[in-house]
């Protein structure tokens, strides 16, 4: 019976010291939820608000920065709702200080990453909008973020680019200036008239109303080939131009050569049959 009680005694002191735990850390608890809750979403409010006010102003920034302001915020958060629930905030900055070294040890390539993207977002060699060339690949940028930057490519493919590849690898900006070159080649036949030719094109490059009258075009014979007299011409036209209009020039120039009689050569050859006897 001694036992009993004494078992009884100590149950019932059990329970007490839960009860006192449960309302000592009852709040504590509910206080750090609320808190976690509530500042999650307002931190999804002001990451929202800050996105369009930096889309407006400078599309270029606003992906990166805005993911590097929620991580931030997030981070600062979490370390308020642990001193909220009474876990020690100096210990447990200095848990997540040594795990951010064992975390950037292992991730070096996400943190040149960082770096490349820092990189490309202060020296601007590229922005949200630009047709770029980098890696093998052409497209318009249409996202640059913490680690890496999207493009599209002109047959709908997303391409996704580490920055610190893009940051240190040489690439080419296409359309950071208005107006582009239009690099064009024609073969004549060796006996057709090289004047003429040169007159046909002029022609067509003046009836364009794309072509561009500063700088002027220059029309020459680059080279001598082993089957053609090679012809160049060197128009320039609007950037947003420059592919339809090399396309649509190919075309014109071929019907007009075949209406003024130049012919444009290909390759042949001539095979000598031997018989021995």
């Known amino acids: 019976m001694e036992e009993f009680f004494a078992s009884d005694g100590q149950a ?14 009852a709040p504590k608890v509910l206080l750090a939820i609320v808190t976690l ?53 100096t210990s447990f900055i200095a848990v997540i200080g040594a795990a951010g070294l064992a975390i950037g040890l292992a ?13 490309i ?6 922005r949200v909008g630009d047709t770029i060339e980098a890696q093998g690949y052409l497209g318009a940028v249409v996202e640059i973020q913490i680690l890496y930057t999207i493009i599209n490519t002109f047959d709908n493919r997303r391409i996704v680019i580490p920055n610190g590849t893009l940051a240190n690898s040489s690439l080419v900006n296409v359309s950071i200036y208005d107006t582009r ?11 057709d008239d090289i004047d ?4 046909v094109i ?10 561009l009258a500063e700088p002027a075009p220059r029309i020459a014979v680059s080279s001598l080939g082993d089957n053609s007299v ?9 950037t947003d131009d420059l592919w339809p209009y090399y396309w649509d020039m190919q075309e014109k120039v071929k019907k007009a050569f075949d209406e003024e009689g130049i012919t444009i050569p290909f390759p042949q050859r001539d095979v000598h049959m031997y018989h021995e006897k």
């Open 12 to 25: 019932a002191e059990l329970a007490q010291q839960g009860i006192a735990m449960v309302m000592t850390y």
């Open 37 to 89: 809750v509530a500042g999650l979403w307002l931190i999804k409010r002001f990451i929202n608000l800050l996105d369009r006010k930096l889309g407006e102003k400078d599309p270029t920034l606003n992906k990166f920065v805005c993911g590097l302001i929620s991580a931030i915020l997030k981070i600062l958060l979490f370390i308020s709702v642990a001193s909220m629930v009474g876990i020690a905030t």
């Open 107 to 119: 991730l070096q390539g996400s943190l040149s990453n960082f770096a490349g993207g820092v990189l």
């Open 121 to 126: 977002l202060v020296f601007k060699p590229f």
């Open 181 to 191: 070159r239009c690099d064009l080649m024609f073969g004549i036949h060796y006996d």
């Open 196 to 199: 003429k030719a040169k007159a």
């Open 202 to 211: 002029k022609r067509l490059i003046d009836e364009d109303e794309r072509s």
């Open 230 to 238: 090679n012809i160049m011409a060197r128009p320039w036209v609007k």
